[in-house]
């Protein structure tokens, strides 16, 4: 059973930077493709970021293109959000995400998330 722990949420002001990291344990998590996934509170669930398995491809919602950063250690079987330029509207609840079926967050795993706030 793969599990997904993330860390590195926290509070920050506009404009600011944080780095999220997922660390993943069991099954054969290092094969799959992962990415991030956020949730802020009345809203959906939204797709932010995948990479695939070996790290080269990424992919990016057009709301965070250009600020964050997604990228992969397959050695340490973590996978990390670099977030540049926060906005109050990255404010959510942001997860981790394997086994990526579909960007309408169809996934095989989920992390439990972590608390991203952007203050002005």
């Known amino acids: 059973q793969v599990q997904l722990v993330e860390s590195g949420g926290g509070l920050v002001q506009a404009g600011g930077s944080l780095r999220l990291s997922c660390a993943a344990s069991?099954?054969?998590?290092?094969?799959?493709?992962m990415g991030w996934f956020r949730q802020a509170p009345g809203k959906e669930r939204e797709f932010i970021a995948t990479?695939?398995?070996?790290?080269?491809?990424?992919n990016y919602a057009d709301s965070v293109k250009g600020r964050f950063t997604i990228s992969r250690d397959n050695a340490k079987n973590t996978v990390f959000l670099q977030m540049n330029s926060l906005k109050l509207e990255d404010t959510a609840v942001y997860y981790c995400?394997?086994?990526?079926?579909?960007?309408?967050?169809?996934?095989?795993?989920w992390g439990q998330g972590t608390q991203v706030t952007v203050s002005s």
């Open positions: 995400a394997a086994g990526i079926r579909d960007i309408r967050a169809i996934v095989d795993y």
């Open positions: 069991g099954g054969t998590v290092r094969y799959s493709n």
């Open positions: 990479i695939d398995r070996s790290g080269s491809v990424t």
